[in-house]
Nanobody, 125 residues
Framework: QVQLVESGGGLVQAGGSLRLSCAAS????????MGWFRQAPGTDREFVAA????????YLADSVKGRFTISRDNAKSTMYLQMNSLKPEDTAVYLC??????????????????WGQGTQVTVSY
């Protein structure tokens, strides 16, 4: 089992940047494929980015390609989401998720077993 805690959210103006972190504790982080999802009020949880457990595969949603970057540091048991050129439509709660030794990295929420509580990102005009 793994426990996930997100951090790094906040309020930023359009065009700004934030870096989200997802810190993991418990069972070996390096064997988990990790993903980021987001959910705005009244909408379904949507895929944002994923990175496989060996780092061979990374995926980004079309809406964030060219602006967001996903990475992981297994020595620190932490995954990151670097978000640049933020837009108001990026406003949502961002959640990280983990799936045990899955490759390539899934983009469907049902494929993930563990979830964090989320961190709020708000992008103002």
């Amino acid at each position: 089992q793994v426990q996930l805690v997100e951090s790094g959210g906040g309020l930023v103006q359009a065009g700004g940047s934030l870096r989200l972190s997802c810190a993991a504790s418990g069972r070996s982080f390096s064997y988990y494929t990790m993903g980021w999802f987001r959910q705005a009020p009244g909408t379904d949880r949507e895929f944002v980015a994923a990175i496989s457990w060996r780092g061979r595969y990374t995926y980004l949603a079309d809406s964030v390609k060219g602006r967001f970057t996903i990475s992981r540091d297994n020595a620190k048991s932490t995954m990151y989401l670097q978000m640049n050129s933020l837009k108001p439509e990026d406003t949502a709660v961002y959640l990280c998720a983990a799936a045990w030794r899955v490759e390539p990295a899934p983009m469907t929420r049902a494929d993930y077993d563990y979830w964090g509580q989320g961190t709020q990102v708000t992008v103002s005009y």
